[in-house]
Structures are given as C-alpha cells and as structure tokens.
C-alpha cells in the first residue's frame, strides 16, 4: 500500500540524485535495441516520404513519440492548410491521449519537485520510461532522476535510431518478420506483473481489459485506451469498499 | 539532407505542441483535484490499468503469434522477474511462430 498522500512540508523527500539518473538509464538499457529498431523504421519511413535527415531528427527529437509520428506520416503532405494542421494536432493529440493519464498519475510523486523541474522532466515521458518509472514507485522509490534519467536514454536512442534509418533508407527488414512488433507489448507484460497485489488489481484489470477490448472495436481512433483505462482505474480505486 | 522545408517544420511544431500538452495537461489538472485517499487509489490504478487497457486490445487484434508472444513474457516475468528475459522470450517466440507455425 502507498501511503497516504505526503503534506507539502515534506516536500523534501523527492530528489534528482546522479545515483538515480544513472539506475533510470540502466533499467532502459534492455530495451533500446527494440526502440532502435522502431526508431530506424520511422527514419526510414520518413525518408520515403521526403524527410530530409535534419527533418526527421527533429520529428523525433521534438515530438517523441513514436506512434503520433508513424501515424502521421500516413497522411503526410508537401503543403500544409490551416485545417489540415488542425486535423494533424487532433490526430496527435488522440493518438497520444493516454499521456494525459500518465502524466495525471505522476501528480503524487513529481508533484513535490518544483514546477519546472516536474514539467520539463514530463516531456521526457513516454510509454517505456513511464512503465519502468512506475514500477520503480512501486517498490518504493522516490528519486525523480529514475524517471529523468531513463527518459533521457528512451529520447536519445530514439532520436540517433531515426537518423539512422533515415539514411539507411528502404534497405531495412520488416520488423513484422522479427517480431519486433513484441518488444513494447511484452515489456508492458512485464511491468505487470509485479504491480499484481490482489483483488483490487483483479477488479481494476479485469475492468480495463474488458471496457478497452469493447471500446476497440466501439469507438474509432485511439481513445480505446483511454476509456477502458479509465473505467479499470476508477473500479479499482473503489474495489475495497466491500469487504 | 540539412534542409528543412518551413511548412513540414510548421507540422513538426504543430505535432511537438500538441504531445507537450498531452504529457502536462494530465499532471497539471491534478493539482485542481484534492489528494484524497479515494484519489489516491484510484492513481495507484492508473499505472495498471493503462498497461492493461494497451496489451489486452493488442492481443485480442494481433495474430496467434503475439498472443504465444504475449504469454511467455507473463511466464517468464514469473519465472524469473527479469523484463530483459521477457521481452526476448516474446519476440523469440512470436518470431519462432511466424517463420514455422502457420
């Protein structure tokens, strides 16, 4: 159990230590040949589409986040209108609606760092350093440099992988063949497990995987993860009122 | 190879914008809703259920090989706590799948 949320005069205890960058940029390290792989696919593609290498690097490096790219690329034009910019920014903003929960529940812990040391490290959080940050908590840990440090390795592999594949172009496998398509999944099977702690877990999971299969095939886009994480977090939050 | 078109810049931004709000906009509203204990079991969920409201569609849409993928990282999560060896389980194993099973 976590206990109860800290008042702001121990807002001391959250700290940035090099000791915990370093452990955060350790715990990713099993999974950057993965990300390389997706980060040279979404270089590659890219390139295809006209990416000069300076283009692409920028893509990941400011937008981070690799599915909004690819699925952007999908519908990517030379000339861009007003509305089509705005169609492009709802495309992203769905595609990636689940880092408004994410980010939502790493409210109790980068809550106490300073402002603008939570926000800038919040844009270093994507869906595997968030996983692996998270589980960390979990067991009981607190320094912010966890999260900082392993969002720095996601974003730096990330961004060399997409010039990689830039330049390497169309000579890349199909990452489909390899099961590549496994690594991000698997590694979220793995961030599971541990989180398991009884019946609240049971109601909350059995929830969300009932609520988001139901909305993946109800409601188009994205939002399926977004709805039945919702719905698992919100019966699990109430689960132990019956005992 | 160094050039840089400003209408596919102009997109960048645009998508770049809209990721940064996504990742604060989350975490800033919290500030506004009070941390009772409610809340804060139903945050301790969040983690949870986010992870679970990913894999379970992917499994259910994706091929036998991601759902064999899919169970040996829970097995091998179990057996040995280790996500390094779940990860290479799940991709030998759809990997393996898809070049022999049918």
């Known amino acids: 159990m976590t206990p109860p949320s800290p008042s702001r005069a121990s807002s001391s205890r959250v700290a940035i230590t090099r000791a915990g960058l370093a452990e955060g940029a350790r715990t990713m390290i099993p999974l950057m040949p993965g990300l390389a792989v997706f980060g040279m696919a979404f270089g590659a593609a890219a390139a295809q589409k006209g990416f000069s290498l300076l283009e692409a690097s920028l893509s990941s490096a400011l937008v981070f986040a690799g599915l909004a790219q690819m699925v952007a690329l999908e519908g990517w034009s030379a000339y861009w209108t007003p509305g089509a910019l705005l169609a492009l920014a709802l495309l992203t903003f769905t595609v990636n609606m689940r880092h408004f929960l994410m980010s939502a529940a790493m409210r109790p812990w980068l809550g106490q760092l300073p402002g603008w040391q939570a926000y800038l490290s919040l844009l270093l959080m994507a869906d595997n350093n968030w996983a692996a940050s998270m589980r960390y908590r979990t067991n009981g840990g607190s320094d912010a440099g966890f999260f900082i440090g392993s969002g720095l390795v996601t974003w730096l592999v990330w961004v060399v992988s997409t010039a990689a594949g830039q330049v390497i172009g169309g000579g890349l496998p199909d990452p489909k063949r390899f099961a590549i398509d496994l690594v991000v999944p698997a590694f979220f099977v793995a961030m599971l497990v541990p989180n398991w702690k009884g019946r609240r877990q049971a109601v909350s999971w059995g929830v969300a995987a009932v609520v988001s299969v139901a909305a993946s095939y109800l409601v188009p886009g994205w939002w399926f993860i977004v709805i039945g994480a919702m719905a698992g977090a919100i019966a699990g939050g109430y689960a132990d009122d019956k005992r | ?102």
């Open chain 2, 1 to 102: 190879m160094t050039s840089v078109d400003p209408q596919t810049l102009l997109a960048i931004l645009v998508m770049a914008a809209a990721t940064m709000f996504n990742r604060a906009s989350g975490f800033f509203l919290m500030r506004l809703v009070p941390l009772t204990p409610r809340v804060h079991k139903i945050l301790d969920c969040l983690p949870g259920a986010v992870l679970v409201a990913i894999v379970a569609p992917t499994a259910v849409h994706g091929d036998l090989a991601m759902a064999a993928g899919l169970l040996a990282a829970f097995v091998v999560t179990r057996l040995t706590r280790s996500d390094f060896f779940a990860v290479l389980a799940a991709v030998a194993v759809a990997a393996g799948w898809r070049a022999f099973g049918s």
